[in-house]
């Protein structure tokens, strides 16, 4: 089992940069390969980046590519997502998950551990 706690969200204006945090506990964090999702309201939940356990490999929905940066501090048991030059249409509840050995990495389907989500709003 591994516990995952998102932070780091809020409410800014288009153009603007945040960043979310998730600290894992449980497990060896190390281990497991990470993901983050969003939910926009009336939306079925979409990838959004990930990364590898192992090598570092990482992973972005074209929506962010070029904006968004994940990254990964094994030593504090914590993944990042540094969104930047945010847009109105980034607005969603952003999730944090995890496991190990996955297949599809933007597949929601193949994480077994989710965080709580945390709520960014971007406004135009």
């Known amino acids: 089992q591994v516990q995952l706690v998102e932070s780091g969200g809020g409410l800014v204006q288009a153009g603007a940069s945040l960043r979310l945090s998730c600290a894992a506990s449980?497990?060896?964090?190390?281990?497991?390969?990470m993901g983050w999702f969003r939910q926009a309201l009336g939306k079925e939940r979409e990838f959004v980046s990930a990364m590898r356990r192992r090598g570092g490999t990482t992973f972005y929905a074209d929506s962010v590519k070029g904006r968004f940066t994940v990254s990964r501090d094994n030593a504090k048991n914590t993944v990042y997502l540094q969104m930047n030059s945010l847009k109105p249409e980034d607005t969603a509840v952003y999730y944090c998950?995890?496991?190990?050995?996955?297949?599809?990495?933007?597949?929601?389907?193949?994480?077994?551990?989710w965080g709580q989500g945390t709520q960014v709003t971007v406004s135009s």
């Open positions: 449980g497990r060896t964090f190390s281990d497991y390969d």
């Open positions: 998950a995890a496991d190990r050995s996955i297949v599809r990495v933007t597949s929601a389907y193949e994480y077994n551990y």
